[in-house]
C-alpha cells in the first residue's frame, strides 16, 4: 500500500506570493491533517479535513486555508506569504471517524524569501 | 488536552545506556496517548500509543510507555539505546470528545553518544 505522498518535496517563493501543497493519503483513509513544523514552535496543528469537511482548526491566519476533495486528496493554500511561513509542511492521513494513528507524508519544505 | 509539556528539548545519552522521556499533559477528561518518533529528515511515524486497557504499551523496536493517570503522565523509557535511535520524539495527547484532536508536545531530541 502507498504511504500519504506529497509535493512538492521542496519549493522557494518570496515574500508576497501564494502557494499550494498538495498532499494524497493512503488510500481508504478519509481524514487528512496539516501541520506547520519549525525549530522554534516545534509541530503545529493547522487543520483537519474529513469527508471534504473541515473538522478541526488550529490557531492560524486566514492566510492559511485548505481543501479535501472527493477522492480524499487534501491541498493547503497559503496567501500573501511572510518570511515567517518557511517550514516543514507535514500531511497526516487516517482511516476513519474516530482514534485512528496518523500517517505522516515525508513534508513539503517551503522557504519563503 | 489542554496543553502537554516535554520537558526535555534534548537528551544526550551513551549507546547502550537506558534512556527515558517525559511527557507530561493537563486535562480533566479521558484521554488518548502517543509517541510518534521522527527520523532524520522524514516525516513523523507512530512508536507506540495508549488507547484503553494495560497501561503499559510496548513499540516493537523495544520502547515501552506507561499511562500513570494521577501523575498525568505517558513517559517512553528504552533499557538500552542504540545509534539507529537517534530521532526526535513527540508526545501526543487528544481528549475524549474533542473530535479526535492531537494536542502535540515540543518534541525531544534523543542524541545517541558513541
Known amino acids: 500500500k502507498a504511504g500519504v505522498t506529497q509535493t512538492p518535496r521542496y519549493l522557494i517563493k518570496t515574500r508576497g506570493q501564494q502557494v499550494t501543497l498538495s498532499c494524497s493519503p493512503i488510500?481508504?483513509?478519509?481524514?487528512v491533517s496539516w501541520y506547520q513544523q519549525t525549530p522554534g514552535q516545534g509541530l503545529q496543528f493547522l487543520f483537519e479535513?474529513?469527508?471534504?469537511?473541515?473538522?478541526n482548526k488550529g490557531n492560524f491566519p486566514g492566510r492559511f486555508s485548505g481543501r479535501q476533495f472527493s477522492n480524499s486528496r487534501s491541498e493547503m493554500n497559503v496567501s500573501t506569504l511572510e518570511l515567517g511561513d518557511s517550514a516543514l509542511y507535514l500531511c497526516?492521513?487516517?482511516?476513519?471517524?474516530?482514534?485512528?494513528?496518523?500517517?505522516f507524508g515525508p513534508g513539503t519544505r517551503l522557504l519563503v524569501l | 488536552a489542554q496543553s502537554v509539556t516535554q520537558l526535555d528539548s534534548q537528551v544526550p545519552v551513551f549507546e547502550e545506556a537506558p534512556v527515558e522521556l517525559r511527557c507530561n499533559y493537563s486535562?480533566?477528561?479521558?484521554?488518548?496517548l502517543f509517541w510518534y518518533v521522527q527520523y532524520p529528515n522524514q516525516g513523523l511515524q507512530l512508536l507506540l500509543k495508549?488507547?484503553?486497557?494495560s497501561t503499559l504499551v510496548e513499540s516493537i523496536n523495544g520502547f515501552e510507555a506507561e499511562f500513570n493517570k494521577s501523575q498525568t503522565s505517558f513517559h517512553l523509557r528504552k533499557p538500552s539505546v542504540h545509534i539507529s535511535d537517534t530521532a526526535e520524539y513527540f508526545c501526543?495527547?487528544?481528549?475524549?470528545?474533542?473530535?479526535?484532536?492531537?494536542?502535540w508536545g515540543a518534541g525531544t531530541k534523543l542524541i545517541i553518544k558513541p
Open positions: 497526516a492521513s487516517s482511516k476513519a471517524d474516530g482514534i485512528e494513528t496518523q500517517y
Open positions: 488510500s481508504g483513509h478519509r481524514s
Open positions: 479535513y474529513f469527508s471534504e469537511t473541515q473538522r
Open positions: 486535562s480533566s477528561v479521558s484521554v488518548y
Open positions: 495508549y488507547l484503553s486497557g
Open positions: 501526543a495527547v487528544s481528549e475524549q470528545g474533542s473530535n479526535y484532536q492531537l494536542i
